[in-house]
């Protein structure tokens, strides 16, 4: 199976912003898909941040939302989460995941559940700083 591969994580300060990248090469070519991002702090459960569908609708958890946005450039098969207004809490190993849909399931709502998706990337760490 084709991996996912993210990047673009480092260290910022509080109030900063990065954007991470995930190459995601076969879920811009057609067909039924979602696209997430998940995130792991030491200790605690992988929490999910948002999933972009085929449509290209997202949707965010509250923990991000209006700080987080989740794209994705079809030419370049990558999906991205633009993060701004960083706080020290948001220090995590970052993870996108993708599930693909047959048709038949193509109008179940994406959600932010990690036993939905069947392919993870390896994680990309952010940390910020007071």
């Known amino acids: 199976q084709v991996q996912l591969v993210e990047s673009g994580g480092g260290s910022v300060h509080s109030g900063g912003s990065l954007r991470l990248s995930c190459a995601a090469p076969g879920y811009s070519d057609g067909g039924y898909y979602c696209l997430s991002w998940f995130r792991q702090a030491p200790g605690q459960e992988r929490e999910g941040l948002g999933t972009?569908?085929?449509?290209?609708?997202?949707t965010y958890t509250d923990s991000v939302k209006g700080r987080f946005t989740i794209s994705q450039d079809n030419a370049k098969n990558t999906l991205y989460l633009q993060m701004d207004s960083l706080k020290p809490e948001d220090t995590a190993m970052y993870y996108c995941?993708?599930?693909?849909?047959?048709?038949?399931?193509?109008?179940?709502?994406?959600?932010?559940?990690?036993?939905?998706?069947?392919?993870w990337g390896q994680g990309t760490q952010v940390t910020v700083s007071s």
């Open positions: 972009l569908n085929h449509d290209g609708r997202a």
């Open positions: 995941a993708a599930d693909r849909r047959s048709y038949w399931a193509r109008d179940i709502p994406c959600t932010v559940v990690s036993s939905q998706y069947t392919r």
